[in-house]
């Protein structure tokens, strides 16, 4: 089918309210609805009531029972699930960062990451460090201030540098070691092999992205899905694969949608803090927000039984 220029003119609040009801989505309270249009947008919330179409979803014709509010406390869902990855996620970057300078500066010295014979591709090296330089050029912190003031060096030592990195940068520098013990340690640590950990390192980076972006998390097929470990060393998932809703007798697998990332938190939280509270704070997620179907987020059936979530 040949592509079209896009002609779909603005519309004023109204008119988009207008529209809604015209498509049968009920509007309970109009002021409330025309407010969120005003201070949300209607293609952010738009993403939330789009399950709530008939099919085929380009018609734009709504259920029955189809409402403003349901769209809305979905997207209030989604926030504070947002909210709470981005919490536990914080939590592993600080584990990882810490776990990273600490094995490979006591393998290979406090500037291993400059070091263009401890990684694979010199290209990609030099494009990390000139990411490191603009991070340190930037940064505000004390502590960068007093390395300029006291040193000649262009960067400073890892347990300095990589504390003003993003979780992208640490992940590029992991991807690009090369296959050596300090490597394969700091995987160990959590369980993994170094080819998982680098898939969860880019996901949990992926996954971070979307949630500082404010995007939809919830029901999201993930672009970027991480490995599922065939030896994990601690308890794990046992069920990989689900029937495929679309095409009978096909599977697909459990780690394009958000259960897998929950998963995956859940695996490294049990070892960077086996006391955390994360399995509680995602209960209590589902008892305030009971109406979310969890098989949007890629829950199976029986999860509560598998060995990770009992």
């Not at 201030?145 to 003003?164: D, G, Q, V």
């Not at 080819?195 to 949990?204: K, R």
Request: proline fraction near 6%; hydrophobic fraction near 35%.
């Amino acid at each position: 089918m040949p592509r079209i220029p896009y002609q779909k003119p603005s519309l004023t609040y109204s008119e988009q309210l207008q529209q809604l009801k015209d498509r049968g989505l009920i509007i309970e309270n109009e002021i409330k609805a025309l407010h969120l249009l005003e201070n949300l947008s209607y293609y952010r919330l738009s993403a939330y009531w789009y399950p709530m179409l008939e099919t085929p979803k380009n018609a734009h014709r709504f259920k029955i029972d189809s409402s403003f509010n349901k769209a809305f406390k979905l997207y209030c869902f989604d926030r504070e699930f947002r909210k709470l990855i981005s919490l536990e996620i914080e939590k592993i970057e600080v584990s990882i960062r810490a776990k990273m300078i600490y094995i490979l500066s006591h393998s290979n010295g406090p500037f291993w990451y400059s070091n263009a014979n401890l990684f694979i591709n010199s290209e990609k090296l030099s494009i990390t460090l000139k990411k490191l330089r603009s991070e340190k050029n930037r940064s505000d912190e004390e502590f960068i201030k007093a390395f300029n003031k006291n040193y000649s060096n262009t960067l400073p030592p890892s347990w300095m540098i990589l504390e003003i990195s993003s979780l992208g940068t640490l992940s590029s520098l992991y991807k690009n070691l090369k296959p050596k013990r300090a490597k394969r340690n700091v995987a160990n640590y959590y369980g993994l092999d170094v080819s998982t950990f680098e898939s969860w390192l880019h996901t949990l980076t992926y996954v971070r992205n979307i949630c500082a972006h404010h995007s939809r998390l919830w029901n999201k097929r993930m672009s970027i899905q991480p490995q599922i470990p065939l030896t994990p060393s601690n308890k794990f998932i046992n069920i990989h694969q689900l029937p495929n809703p679309n095409q009978s007798g096909k599977t697909w697998r459990i780690n394009d949608r958000s259960y897998f990332i929950l998963t995956m938190i859940l695996y490294l939280s049990n070892t960077i803090h086996p006391k955390h509270k994360f399995k509680e704070k995602l209960n209590t997620l589902f008892i305030k927000y009971p109406f979310v179907d969890k098989k949007a987020l890629g829950f199976p059936e029986n999860w509560q039984d598998e060995p990770i979530w009992v």
